[in-house]
């Protein structure tokens, strides 16, 4: 399980950026957290997540920057490819 501002924290170290957090404290609170209960998806395809959150995030968010900068100089972009 991990928390928004978890996220937000591991998000910022892998960016390299530094994020404005802005907390609206007399907002409806909702759930205090989520996790994934993967017994269904084990039991039927024999699979469980073996990536860490923080590798996983990295792999996707340096494929994302890529994705962004070749589209910015104009080259082809998986949305480019049909």
């Given at each position: 399980?991990?928390?928004?501002n978890e996220l937000v924290s591991v998000t910022e ?41 923080r590798t996983g995030l990295k792999t996707t968010y340096q494929w994302i920057e890529q994705q962004y900068n ?13």
């Amino acid at each position: 399980m991990i928390s928004i501002n978890e996220l937000v924290s591991v998000t910022e170290e892998i960016g390299g950026v530094k994020l404005e957090r802005r907390y609206k404290l007399d907002a409806p609170k909702g759930v205090a957290g989520r996790n994934s209960d993967n017994t269904m998806i084990k039991s039927i395809l024999n699979w469980e997540p073996s990536i860490p959150i923080r590798t996983g995030l990295k792999t996707t968010y340096q494929w994302i920057e890529q994705q962004y900068n070749d589209r910015k100089h104009g080259r082809r972009t998986v949305k480019d490819i049909d």
